[in-house]
């Protein structure tokens, strides 16, 4: 059985940062990917970015510039900061691995950490 636990929400003020984190455990494929996404209030969940198990990145737009990505795979531990932020990025952020590339079939879940930005 894969777990994804989240943690390293908060709540923050305009231009604060955050560093959230997502470890995997569990049998997983060796060649996966891990993401990022976000659901705010009354939105449908969104992609923020990801990274595969050899360090590729995909980013949503509007992620670039404020927000990193990394990811220490002896430990299956994947990261986000998240720097400049702002109202917008309110939103409860879940992690997400899933075999790469993939086909179909199973992927896994966490269950989220809530981020707050005060304006």
């Known amino acids: 059985q894969v777990q994804l636990v989240e943690s390293g929400g908060g709540l923050v003020q305009v231009g604060e940062s955050l560093r959230l984190s ?13 993401g990022w996404y976000r659901q705010a209030p009354g939105r ?10 050899d360090g590729r990145i995909t980013w949503r737009d509007d992620g670039k510039g404020r927000f990193s990505i990394s990811r220490d795979s002896d430990r299956n ?5 998240m ?6 990025d309110t939103a409860v952020y ?26």
């Not at 075999?99 to 079939?105: D, E, N, V, Y």
């Open 77 to 81: 531990t994947m990261y986000l900061q």
């Open 22 to 34: 997502c470890v995997a455990t569990g049998s997983f494929s060796s060649s996966n990917v891990m």
């Open 94 to 119: 879940y992690c997400n691995i899933r075999p790469f590339p993939f086909t179909g079939g199973h992927d896994y879940w966490g269950q989220g950490t809530q981020v707050t930005v005060s304006s």
């Open 44 to 53: 449908q969940r969104e992609f923020v970015g990801s990274i595969t198990h």
């Open 83 to 88: 720097n400049n932020l702002e109202p917008r």
